[in-house]
């Protein structure tokens, strides 16, 4: 059974830094795309970041710039280097994997996904 685990959130101050992990079980992370969103209550998934099977990124217009994806093949894990944050930043945040290798900014296009972590930037 796939499961994605996040961890890494928690309360940073703005201008501050965090670095969000997801471990993967039973699907290697070289062999598929994963991405990061985020939300809100009341809120649509956000999308933030996408890293390709051919590690290609994309960021969203808001993160980027400030953010980065990463994977460790190895450690089977996904990352997101988290910069310069800022209040409209928090959230909870989400990795996600597609069963097929499908990289997309669309929540829908994802098979799997973590329980997220809380990410709080104070002003």
């Known amino acids: 059974q796939v499961r994605l685990v996040e961890s890494g959130g928690g309360l940073v101050q703005a201008g501050g830094s965090l670095r969000l992990s997801c471990a993967v079980s039973?699907?290697?992370?070289?062999?598929?795309?994963m991405a990061w969103f985020r939300q809100n209550p009341g809120k649509e998934r956000e999308f933030a970041a996408r890293l390709s099977v051919g590690i290609s990124t994309y960021y969203s217009e808001s993160v980027k710039g400030r953010f980065t994806i990463s994977r460790d093949n190895a450690k089977n894990a996904l990352y997101l280097e988290m910069n310069s944050l800022k209040p409209a930043d928090t959230a909870v945040y989400y990795c996600?994997?597609?069963?097929?290798?499908?990289?997309?900014?669309?929540?829908?296009?994802?098979?799997?996904w973590g329980q997220g972590t809380q990410v709080t930037v104070s002003s």
């Open positions: 039973q699907l290697p992370v070289r062999h598929t795309s």
């Open positions: 996600a994997a597609s069963r097929i290798g499908l990289s997309s900014e669309r929540a829908a296009a994802y098979d799997f």
